[in-house]
């Protein structure tokens, strides 16, 4: 089962917006609007920000919206701030095998 | 506020079976709206889905794992399992607990995570 591809990296300034994205096949990305991002501050637990493609949990800042383009799903961060340094995750529902699910390798993003 | 915790040894030998408990506060493991699962992050590296349960007991595995893994559910104590036999230094990680939405690819509460190390 092969996890989803992610940039290894990104990088951004203070208030500018970035896009970090996800590329899987049609049997998890682009055929179920299943994908979901997390972030994940050192040692510490993953945080929902997006699910089911682009709703935005509450709490969660407006900055971040999600998207989907075939068997490509996008995470953008507008506004960027020095708190959004962080791994982000995608993940989604994929029916190669059994039913399960599938992460993407991890993106660090860097705030300049 | 539905939280979850994480429990078990801290240090498995290789070959030995590891288990973790997952103890759900604040609300019912017995609800039909989730499933409840296990995921892990070996040191340095990203997350892996390890298989999930609902409440009824069905059960899902990621295929790499299946053969070594079994999830259990104690509703009567508001808890599940995780077994996974046969471990190696492969296995070292720190392993969460997690809700996702039944019909839905969010999980949305997550445990802390706790360290599980394989070494003789």
């Known amino acids: 089962q092969s996890a989803l591809t992610q940039p290894a990296s990104v990088s951004g300034s203070p208030g500018q917006s970035i896009t970090i994205s996800c590329t899987g096949t049609?049997?998890?990305?682009?055929?179920?609007?299943?994908v979901s991002w997390y972030q994940q501050h050192p040692g510490k637990a993953p945080k929902l920000m997006i699910y089911d493609v682009s709703n935005r949990p509450s709490g969660v800042s407006n900055r971040f919206s999600g998207s989907k383009s075939g068997n490509t799903a996008s995470l953008t961060i507008s506004g960027l701030q020095a708190e959004d340094e962080a791994d982000y995750y995608c993940?989604?529902?994929?029916?190669?095998?059994?039913?399960?699910?599938?992460f993407g390798g991890g993106t660090k993003l860097t705030v300049l | 506020q539905l939280q979850l915790q994480e429990s078990g040894p801290g240090l498995v030998k290789p070959s030995e079976t590891l288990s973790l408990t997952c103890t759900v506060s604040?609300?019912?493991?017995?609800?039909?709206?989730?499933?409840w699962g296990w995921i892990r992050q070996p040191p340095g590296k990203g997350l892996e889905w390890i298989g999930s349960?609902?409440?009824?007991?069905?059960?899902y595995y990621n295929p790499s794992l299946k053969s070594r893994v079994t999830i259990s559910v104690d509703t009567s104590k508001n808890q599940f399992s995780l077994k996974l036999s046969s471990v190696t230094a492969a296995d070292t990680a720190v392993y969460y607990c997690?809700?996702?939405?039944?019909?839905?690819?969010?999980?949305?509460?997550w445990g802390q995570g706790t360290t599980v190390t394989v070494s003789s």
């Open positions: 604040g609300g019912s493991i017995s609800s039909s709206s989730y499933y």
């Open positions: 049609s049997s998890d990305v682009g055929g179920y609007n299943y």
């Open positions: 997690a809700r996702r939405g039944y019909g839905s690819g969010r999980v949305d509460v």
């Open positions: 349960i609902y409440y009824s007991g069905s059960t």
């Open positions: 993940s989604s529902y994929t029916s190669s095998s059994t039913p399960n699910w599938v």
